[in-house]
């Protein structure tokens, strides 16, 4: 065992100990990181040398750097994220809807009201003017706001037509990351290290696409990850990305999400997610916006044929018979509007069956009573009255269940996360305890340094 050897000795603990000190800067430096795992350098004892007094010490060397990670406890959080983005974004266009359909805002159903006792009120006077005007507004009121109603319904479906187009963008880039990913800790795993830094990016990266879609994933012996659908389509298989689209139908204009595994046939797969953000807003736009945008249609169609299925037996002031509402064939509540007769002149409206006797109140009072009949909408009897107020009842019921199964989700993820904090968190004094002791044991291993240099130097006073 010569000088030399101790030379070395204090060279590779004061590497190993600079190497233990760095990974100690990397936690503190990443304690508030999302996802950071915390890492530790595994210090062991070097190879002991033969020496004429037998086996010596060599010394330490950094063995690896571990990682604090529990790819259960990753994986778990994965899923869970999925609920909770789906439970989220109801949460947000419920709201929305809420706002929309909330009768301080529309006054759907006070409208309904009035309109119809305003009929009451003219079937009282049917030669009044001032009534017959009160009517006619009454209509004007009762079809601006269920068109104003329907406008905002179809802008909000549009608008979450359009993220789902953004999303489908979205995970096509996590998808290509991964996969890039997948590469870098293939070339690290070649070099005979591994480096948990891309392990880790790679995690939250999965993490965020499970927000987004359910998905399925395994890692292989290589650390390489494969990533396919719930329904078994494969997005990312090493390096390899297989894309999904969004292609526009021609009967709705509305995105459908694709497979594009085989570039020459992609595969509809809109109906095969069944969780995250991108099952949420399919969900919203096709099957609870649309169903709120199909209810105010049937309301609106009901009023409009009964109303005019009356009012056109009717004659008016004038003499002559029209309808109320302007006869529309579609999208009845965006195209909800009175007549351009009743428009042009309130003396076209109809209060009486008989020509000849033009004070008879029949057909006014015969509208007046729709008010409260019993009425088919959507196959359902009901009144217009308790129709418009099942509408603001419906969508804050759905508000109020999105509401709380997202806090449900989020609490369920914040007890996952003290878990993994737990395992995988950084503690600042854990770390700065740490960060004290490499210090020290750096200081004693320069110090090596100087015993050494002392003993040659006295070697060499000896030599001369």
């Given at each position: 065992?010569?000088?030399?050897?101790?030379?070395?000795?204090?060279?590779?603990?004061?590497?190993?100990?600079?190497?233990?000190?760095?990974?100690?800067?990397?936690?503190?430096?990443?304690?508030?990181?999302?996802?950071?795992?915390?890492?530790?350098?595994?210090?062991?004892?070097?190879?002991?040398?033969?020496?004429?007094?037998?086996?010596?010490?060599?010394?330490?060397?950094?063995?690896?750097?571990?990682?604090?990670?529990?790819?259960?406890?990753?994986?778990?959080?994965?899923?869970?994220?999925?609920?909770?983005?789906?439970?989220?974004?109801?949460?947000?266009?419920?709201?929305?809807?809420?706002?929309?359909?909330?009768?301080?805002n529309t006054k759907l159903t006070s409208n309904i009201v009035t309109f119809f006792n305003s009929w009451q009120d003219l079937s009282t006077d049917p030669l009044s003017v001032t009534s017959r005007t009160n009517a006619a507004i009454a209509g004007v009121n009762l079809t601006n706001g269920v068109r104003s109603i329907y406008g905002e319904l179809k802008d909000i479906q549009t608008e979450v037509d359009d993220?789902?187009?953004?999303?489908?963008?979205?995970?096509?880039?996590?998808?290509?990351?991964?996969?890039?990913?997948?590469?870098?800790?293939?070339?690290?795993?070649?070099?005979?290290?591994?480096?948990?830094?891309?392990?880790?990016?790679?995690?939250?990266?999965?993490?965020?696409?499970?927000?987004?879609?359910?998905v399925q994933y395994f890692t292989d012996k290589d650390n390489g990850l494969t990533v396919m659908t719930s329904g078994g389509k494969p997005l990312v298989d090493k390096g390899a990305v297989f894309e999904l689209g969004a292609e526009k139908l021609l009967a709705d204009n509305m995105y459908r999400i694709t497979w594009n595994?085989?570039?020459?046939?992609?595969?509809?797969?809109?109906?095969?997610?069944?969780?995250?953000?991108?099952?949420?807003?399919?969900?919203?736009?096709?099957?609870?916006i649309s169903g709120f945008i199909s209810t105010i249609n049937d309301l609106a169609q009901s009023i409009m044929t009964e109303v005019n299925k009356i009012h056109s037996t009717g004659y008016n002031a004038n003499g002559t018979t029209n309808n109320f509402f302007k006869d529309v064939t579609r999208d009845f509540a965006g195209n909800f509007v009175i007549s351009d007769e009743v428009k042009a002149d309130p003396n076209n409206i109809a209060t009486t069956s008989s020509a000849a006797n033009p004070s008879n109140n029949d057909i006014a009072l015969a509208i007046a009573n729709l008010g409260t009949a019993s009425v088919k909408i959507k196959g359902r009897d009901t009144t217009y009255v308790d129709c418009g107020s099942s509408i603001a009842s419906r969508i804050g019921s759905l508000s109020r269940n999105a509401k709380e199964l997202s806090e449900y989700h989020q609490d369920l993820m914040a007890t996952m996360q003290k878990q993994r904090d737990s395992v995988s968190g950084v503690s600042i004094d854990e770390e700065m305890s740490n960060l004290i002791k490499f210090q020290y044991a750096y200081q004693a291993a320069a110090r090596l340094f100087s015993t050494a240099e002392s003993l040659f130097n006295s070697l060499l006073e000896i030599g001369r």
């Open positions: 065992m010569s000088i030399a050897s101790i030379f070395n000795i204090a060279k590779n603990a004061m590497f190993a100990h600079q190497a233990s000190i760095q990974v100690i800067s990397n936690n503190i430096a990443n304690v508030n990181t999302p996802g950071y795992a915390r890492q530790e350098a595994v210090l062991v004892e070097d190879s002991a040398a033969g020496t004429a007094h037998g086996l010596l010490g060599n010394g330490v060397k950094v063995e690896s750097v571990l990682s604090y990670y529990d790819k259960y406890l990753e994986s778990s959080m994965a899923k869970e994220n999925m609920s909770l983005e789906e439970q989220k974004t109801y949460a947000q266009y419920f709201g929305r809807v809420e706002s929309i359909l909330d009768e301080s993220i789902v187009y953004q999303k489908v963008s979205d995970i096509n880039d996590i998808l290509h990351s991964i996969a890039t990913l997948n590469g870098q800790i293939h070339l690290a795993n070649a070099g005979g290290s591994e480096n948990q830094a891309f392990i880790n990016q790679r995690s939250q990266l999965v993490n965020r696409l499970s927000g987004m879609i359910d595994g085989n570039s020459s046939n992609s595969v509809d797969i809109t109906d095969t997610i069944h969780s995250g953000s991108l099952k949420g807003l399919v969900d919203l736009r096709d099957n609870h």
